[in-house]
């Protein structure tokens, strides 16, 4: 009976653990604002000097706040055309890029979800596998591939090895939704005489929803934020995306423009900071499916 | 026969299933995958994004590994035809110090990095769990920013934190007292200090995606496991050894993957911290050692060899992960 000794002293214990538990409690809840503020600071500097005009940020000791704001250095930058222009070109290589990985991940997310089919095991196997192989140890020969092409520093270039980036992860999360939707659904629709194509998009793909958006937002995430490629295929042309347009503050030989370098990775974070606070619930939710369920 | 007769309406070649097959499999089958309909279906499905895939990452493969048997230099650029030399690529890279020198800063920063970010991560995701309301939203808030931060801002926010004169790091340590960091510069001064300041933006980062995925995951343990766990008399440190761990470890196995690959590759830090250090031999990782070799010298049939040798490396560190993952999922 010695299981059952525990539990019948338990009840006394457990009073004492849980008051104990709410005393630490406190103390937990104050490592955890103090562990936010910690891991928040360095956005939060990002915009204090991005406010400050360029002179103040050369004084010591550094101003904690702007008590001073200033627009001016976004002002200089919302006029530099070559702001606007990598802009338009980030925009455009993220929404082909995106786009195309959607479409792909639905049609690899429904085969692999709905379908029992010879090489089945082998293309998930693939699915991942493909997720390991680093950009970084293919890019000396996609450099190559995109010259020989004629597509080095174009859109359709840097967009198809962006979708090479984002497919096979979109396929695992998206395959993870697609599953969560009861096949009985579509076949009860099949019974009332949609045909397989009409249940499948009557159906599922309206409940998808959530996952689309998901998967969208991760695509938009990665080709928008993405560096490495971009900087290798973009090297020697005068067209950037806006991460690669931010090393442009510095590669000059002059002194850093601090003030406007802060103010640009402002611009460029702010609009994905938003998206991504409003929908992160839905995609580590996605990420969780895809790895609890294969 | 029910599903044979309901994929008979789009089928356009029921007559090509084998005959009997379908009903077994759909009943043996927990969800039923209808196969009694066209066998191409799935196949013409999958025709774009294998398609686009192998466009975009399987035949530069094919072609990379061609290339690292190949002389491919400034002369085969300009038109004269890559010449065949086994692989003599190979030999070079390996016989090169240097190459082992770099590999092994490599391993070290990415194990450095891929075990700090996931004690923290996973330490952070039990402190979620800890939380009232309030702190744990600010808490996951903070974090959700920190990881949608494009890298480039971030980095650009690291070095202006450390920036010798005028930066706030600098500002503090003599401020404490710490005289010798007037003016110090943190990516230039030394190697070590180069790669903590690296590490701190690569772990920074990363902690995010460990502490929601595995907090999410804790959420998906049974209280009812737990409190029986507890009945039982499992201390705090066993219940979390014993019960939670193996629930999570689906997951946690899949981050600590994904952690050593990036890692391992790091490319965008490494070279941007380098444009503010200017002691590149002694701060390249294989990533940018890759980039240094091929885009920067030209030499694309040495770099593919190195390249390659850097798969392979990835390959061989995260193969006992991924059978490991595979044989957990029901692929």
């Known amino acids: 009976m010695a299981a059952t000794e525990p539990a019948l002293f338990a009840p006394p214990t457990h009073a004492d653990t849980r008051s104990a538990r709410n005393r630490h409690k406190h103390w937990w809840n104050v490592l955890a604002v103090a562990l936010a503020a910690l891991w928040a600071f360095p956005i939060y500097w990002m915009i204090n000097s991005a406010l400050m005009p360029a002179e103040r940020l050369r004084s010591t000791p550094p101003l904690l706040a702007p008590l001073e704001p200033t627009l001016r250095s976004f002002g200089e930058i919302l006029g530099d055309s070559l702001f606007w222009r990598s802009l338009g070109f980030s925009a455009a290589v993220t929404g082909l890029a995106v786009a195309i990985s959607l479409v792909s991940a639905v049609l690899a997310a429904v085969a692999l979800s709905r379908f029992t089919f010879f090489g089945r095991r082998g293309a998930l196997v693939a699915v991942l596998v493909v997720q390991m192989i680093p950009a970084e140890a293919l890019f000396i020969s996609q450099y190559r591939m995109l010259d020989g092409w004629g597509l080095l520093g174009s859109v359709p270039g840097l967009s198809l090895l962006y979708v090479g980036l984002i497919v096979p992860f979109t396929v695992w999360m998206l395959k993870g939704f697609v599953d969560g939707v009861p096949v009985e659904l579509e076949e009860a629709a099949m019974m009332d005489g949609c045909s397989r194509f009409g249940a499948f998009f009557r159906v599922t793909f309206p409940l998808l929803g959530p996952g689309l958006v998901a998967t969208g937002v991760f695509g938009f995430l990665v080709a928008w934020n993405e560096f490495t490629l971009a900087y290798v295929v973009l090297a020697s042309g005068d067209r950037l995306t806006l991460p690669v347009w931010l090393r442009t503050f510095s590669s000059n030989l002059q002194e850093t423009d601090w003030a406007g370098v802060m103010a640009g990775s402002t611009l460029v974070a702010v609009p994905v900071l938003i998206v991504f606070v409003l929908v992160q619930n839905a995609m580590t939710k996605g990420m969780v499916a895809g790895a609890v369920k294969g | ?331």
């Open chain 2, 1 to 331: 026969m029910v599903s044979d007769q309901l994929s008979a309406g789009v089928s356009s070649a029921p007559a090509t299933a084998p005959p009997g097959v379908p009903a077994p499999v759909a009943r043996r089958r927990p969800r039923p995958r209808r196969r009694g309909g066209s066998l191409a279906a799935p196949y013409l499905l999958l025709v774009l994004p294998v398609g686009l895939v192998c466009l975009a990452l399987g035949y530069p493969m094919v072609r990379q590994f061609v290339m690292s048997f190949q002389e491919f230099g400034l002369a085969q650029q300009f038109g004269r035809p890559p010449e065949w030399v086994g692989f003599q690529n190979y030999a070079t890279v390996l016989g090169d110090p240097y190459f082992w020198v770099v590999t092994a800063r490599s391993v070290a920063f990415c194990a450095f990095c891929a075990l700090v970010t996931m004690g923290i991560g996973i330490a952070l995701a039990l402190l979620l769990q800890k939380l009232s309301t309030v702190p744990r939203i600010l808490l996951q808030v903070a974090l959700v920013l920190a990881w949608a931060m494009p890298p480039l801002a971030a980095l650009t926010v690291y070095t202006w934190l450390v920036e010798p004169r005028y930066g706030l790091v600098n500002w503090l340590l003599t401020s404490a007292g710490l005289e010798s960091f007037r003016g110090y510069s943190w990516l230039a001064g030394s190697p070590w200090t180069f790669f903590l300041i690296a590490a701190i933006t690569v772990i920074w980062t990363s902690v995010p995606l460990v502490t929601l995925s595995t907090y999410a995951a804790l959420n998906q343990v049974d209280e009812a496991i737990l409190e029986a766990a507890e009945l039982d008399g499992a201390a705090g440190w066993q219940r979390l050894r014993q019960v939670v761990l193996p629930i999570i470890q689906p997951v946690v196995l899949l981050l600590l993957m994904l952690e050593i690959i990036w890692d391992l590759k790091v490319f965008t830090q490494i070279k941007v911290l380098q444009a503010g250090a200017g002691n590149n031999r002694e701060t390249n990782l294989l990533g940018t050692y890759v980039y240094e070799t091929g885009i920067g010298g030209g030499d694309y049939g040495i770099a593919s060899a190195l390249a390659t040798v850097m798969l392979v490396l990835v390959l061989v560190l995260t193969w006992r992960y991924m059978r490991t993952l595979m044989k957990q999922g029901d692929l």
